[in-house]
């Protein structure tokens, strides 16, 4: 189905004519400037007391301890918190494992400090490396404890890989049967599960529908990954319209691709710029997303203080993306798929790498030198002197000396912890003989 023929079935020009304003909660410690961030409209809501800005709590910012120990910044979290709270922003997204097993706590530290009607709980089983119904239970009861609740509004069984990988961590356990009598109690008030699978783990999941009766998924869903995810990973396209078929809402997960849409090559950002000069390049994936109305939340790590402010500005008054601009992205959604890209979204479940490599540091520094067109291609290319020093000295500045990709001996300890699929081992391998190809001028 083409997208003019999908968005005239489903709807999304009545959906998004209507939309409703979320309160504006009061913490007895809000933040001195979260009444700073000016908003043009009432927060887009899809769904009844749900904005559609989500917070994804994966990426809080980090600062140093006394000892130098890099930690998470309380007060800074504390600050976006409540800034978010004051705008619409009410669904918060976190996890057992995230940030070393700290997210949990600094989320729950932040929000606690408000009324519990006034933020949504949104945590996950996150049993990959124990699956036993007694473990599972003890991560359920401690995300329960931490945040000093007696409901989680959205429970996710963590990143199911396939139909193989749900079976063994909820079903053969027993942990399945606990968590429906917990949502038949109240105590999970909507149950669900997040997803990086190839079509086939996809779709067996959503034939489980009848039996476990879903109330929402979270998938990954952006302009690329809408028809370009590549690798082992399901178009988001296929998954939004079967999971929309259902009426199952759609949690969106990576809308900037790790954070690769907020910064695209020269001519794409002069393309889009040429559209609307005032708006950031990271808005026009935001856009994308908040065009389809059964998206009830889409999830972003708001690192800082302006990236709220810049995605408050784009879901208020919010300007559902037109036929023609739908057809820029898919353009530019092509032209990043020919890119020689790694695909890494900085999720960091890969890490912490035992040899100490900063996997996903060194993805990221090759990725964008792609992408801004900063990479060496060549003796042919005009100042290529300049630019292969540019290069080697860039790349020892992004990711110091001793834990860069010639650091790896392909132990695979990464590789089945990548949600993107990613062949760990390989990529890194293929960017060391690319960086000393270029040490050595042999390109």
Same mark, same amino acid.
């Given at each position: 189905?083409?997208?003019?023929?999908?968005?005239?079935?489903?709807?999304?020009?009545?959906?998004?004519?209507?939309?409703?304003?979320?309160?504006?909660?009061?913490?007895?410690?809000?933040?001195?400037?979260?009444?700073?961030?000016?908003?043009?409209?009432?927060?887009?809501?899809?769904?009844?007391?749900?904005?559609?800005?989500?917070?994804?709590?994966?990426?809080?910012?980090?600062?140093?301890?006394?000892?130098?120990?890099?930690?998470?910044?309380?007060?800074?979290?504390?600050?976006?918190?409540?800034?978010?709270?004051?705008?619409?922003?009410?669904?918060?997204?976190?996890?057992?494992?995230?940030?070393?097993?700290?997210?949990?706590?600094?989320?729950?530290?932040?929000?606690?400090?408000?009324?519990?009607?006034?933020?949504?709980?949104?945590?996950?089983?996150?049993?990959?490396?124990?699956?036993?119904?007694?473990?599972?239970?003890?991560?359920?009861?401690?995300?329960?404890?931490?945040?000093?609740?007696?409901?989680?509004?959205?429970?996710?069984?963590?990143?199911?890989?396939?139909?193989?990988?749900?079976?063994?961590?909820?079903?053969?356990?027993?942990?399945?049967?606990?968590?429906?009598?917990?949502?038949?109690?109240?105590?999970?008030?909507?149950?669900?599960?997040?997803?990086?699978?190839?079509?086939?783990?996809?779709?067996?999941?959503?034939?489980?529908?009848?039996?476990?009766?879903?109330?929402?998924?979270?998938?990954?869903?952006?302009?690329?990954?809408?028809?370009?995810?590549?690798?082992?990973?399901?178009?988001?396209?296929?998954?939004?319209?079967?999971?929309?078929?259902?009426?199952?809402?759609?949690?969106?997960?990576?809308?900037?691709?790790?954070?690769?849409?907020?910064?695209?090559?020269?001519?794409?950002?002069?393309?889009?710029?040429?559209?609307?000069?005032?708006?950031?390049?990271?808005?026009?994936?935001?856009?994308?997303?908040?065009?389809?109305?059964?998206?009830?939340?889409?999830?972003?790590?708001?690192?800082?203080?302006?990236?709220?402010?810049?995605?408050?500005?784009?879901?208020?008054?919010?300007?559902?993306?037109?036929?023609? %601009?739908?057809?820029?992205? %898919? %353009?530019?959604?092509?032209?990043?798929?020919?890119?020689?890209?790694?695909?890494?979204?900085?999720?960091?479940?890969?890490?912490?790498?035992?040899?100490?490599?900063?996997?996903?540091?060194?993805?990221?520094?090759?990725?964008?030198?792609?992408?801004?067109?900063?990479?060496?291609?060549?003796?042919?290319? %005009?100042?290529?002197?300049?630019?292969?020093?540019?290069?080697?000295?860039?790349?020892?500045?992004?990711?110091?000396?001793?834990?860069?990709?010639?650091?790896?001996?392909?132990?695979?300890?990464?590789?089945?912890?990548?949600?993107?699929?990613?062949?760990?081992?390989?990529?890194?391998?293929?960017?060391?003989?690319?960086?000393?190809?270029?040490?050595?001028?042999?390109?």
């Amino acid at each position: 189905m083409d997208r003019r023929s999908f968005l005239k079935k489903s709807g999304a020009a009545a959906a998004l004519a209507g939309l409703a304003a979320c309160g504006s909660p009061k913490a007895e410690k809000k933040a001195a400037s979260a009444q700073e961030i000016k908003m043009d409209g009432p927060m887009l809501q899809h769904f009844d007391g749900v904005g559609v800005l989500g917070y994804g709590c994966m990426r809080w910012p980090m600062t140093k301890d006394d000892d130098g120990k890099e930690v998470i910044d309380q007060e800074m979290v504390n600050r976006l918190v409540d800034e978010a709270l004051e705008h619409g922003v009410n669904y918060f997204d976190t996890s057992p494992v995230y940030l070393r097993g700290d997210s949990e706590r600094a989320t729950a530290e932040a929000l606690n400090r408000h009324p519990r009607e006034q933020w949504l709980l949104a945590t996950k089983l996150s049993n990959f490396a124990d699956a036993s119904y007694e473990n599972s239970i003890r991560m359920y009861q401690h995300s329960l404890e931490i945040f000093d609740t007696d409901h989680i509004d959205y429970y996710l069984l963590h990143s199911i890989g396939s139909a193989e990988d749900f079976k063994r961590r909820f079903e053969d356990t027993g942990i399945m049967e606990f968590l429906l009598s917990e949502r038949e109690s109240g105590r999970i008030r909507h149950l669900g599960f997040s997803i990086h699978s190839h079509k086939e783990g996809f779709d067996s999941m959503m034939e489980l529908h009848p039996k476990y009766h879903w109330d929402f998924v979270q998938i990954q869903m952006n302009y690329i990954d809408w028809t370009h995810a590549g690798g082992r990973n399901t178009n988001a396209d296929h998954m939004y319209e079967e999971l929309t078929a259902r009426g199952i809402p759609v949690v969106i997960m990576e809308p900037l691709r790790g954070g690769a849409l907020a910064s695209l090559t020269k001519s794409q950002t002069e393309r889009l710029k040429a559209i609307e000069p005032d708006r950031s390049i990271a808005s026009w994936a935001f856009r994308f997303v908040g065009s389809y109305p059964n998206v009830l939340t889409a999830l972003s790590g708001m690192t800082y203080p302006e990236h709220l402010e810049d995605n408050l500005k784009t879901f208020s008054n919010f300007k559902p993306l037109k036929e023609e %601009e739908f057809a820029l992205l %898919e %353009e530019i959604a092509d032209e990043q798929s020919r890119f020689p890209l790694v695909g890494c979204t900085g999720c960091q479940y890969c890490m912490p790498c035992p040899y100490g490599i900063n996997i996903p540091g060194i993805f990221r520094f090759y990725d964008n030198s792609v992408i801004e067109g900063t990479f060496v291609k060549g003796p042919e290319q %005009e100042h290529y002197a300049r630019a292969r020093k540019r290069y080697l000295l860039e790349y020892d500045k992004a990711v110091e000396s001793i834990r860069q990709a010639d650091h790896c001996i392909s132990c695979g300890k990464c590789a089945p912890s990548c949600p993107q699929h990613i062949r760990i081992p390989r990529e890194l391998k293929r960017i060391d003989e690319y960086i000393e190809n270029i040490r050595q001028d042999k390109l």
